[in-house]
């Protein structure tokens, strides 16, 4: 279940989690969430980490909490080493793992994991994966939250136009490449975005011989 607390109440995040816990869920990505255009600050939780502090506070380890984390630094950060003290904010008061926002370097990754393992935080940093099935939406969202797609995709996305089926091979590509480098440098697990689309997650794990 995905758990966002903007302008949320305490009283309100209690109900919503004794419901949560009534029906059995035990995993939560506890999130900040954006703030809609125009809106101010609003609610009782300015961060993801107060959010999971109460979680913690309310629930004890009834949930086990999952955050986001950006290896290419969030959009909004100050600079990346602030961004990196936020998401140490957030484990410290109580998540048991991490996951990425969307990217294409592995080296990112495996830096980002580093500089996390650094600051003496031993939990698992679990790349999200983004299976390219469309450049428009593709390059629209990287630019939104900060992903970055090297030249050499984007340029290759842009010459194959409007001819989708090119463009999922070509991703499909991609995408197997990345999650092969990261599975061999012993990323934890992998976290893929399906956006409600089944079938490009399953074709790579069928291509990286996963179960699914």
């Known amino acids: 279940c995905h758990f966002s607390c903007i302008g949320a109440t305490r009283a309100g995040v ?58 290419e630094v969030h959009p909004q950060a100050k600079s ?42 031993d939990v698992p940093v679990v790349p999200g994966i983004m299976p390219i099935t469309n450049s428009s939406g593709l390059l629209r969202f990287a630019d939104s939250c900060g992903a970055e797609v090297p030249r050499w995709i984007r340029l290759r996305l842009q010459s194959l136009g409007d001819d989708a089926a090119a463009i999922k091979d070509f991703g499909a590509e991609v995408m197997t490449r990345l999650c092969e480098r990261l599975i061999q440098g012993g990323a934890p697990a992998l976290h893929f975005y399906t956006l409600n689309q089944a079938a490009p997650t399953l074709g790579l794990c069928k291509r990286l011989n996963l179960s699914a």
């Open 14 to 71: 209690r109900a919503q989690l004794a419901e949560l816990q009534r029906m059995g869920v035990t995993r939560l990505v506890a999130l900040r969430g954006d703030l809609p255009s125009g809106y101010g600050a609003g609610g009782e939780f300015q961060y993801a980490s107060d959010l999971i502090e109460f979680i913690r506070a309310e629930t004890g380890d009834h949930f086990r909490l999952y955050v986001a984390c950006y290896p």
């Open 80 to 121: 990346p080493q602030a961004d990196l003290q936020a998401l140490a904010a957030k484990l410290r008061a109580g998540a048991d793992v991490a996951v990425t926002q969307m990217f294409f370097s592995a080296d990112a990754y495996f830096h980002f994991a580093d500089e996390v393992r650094a600051l003496g935080l």
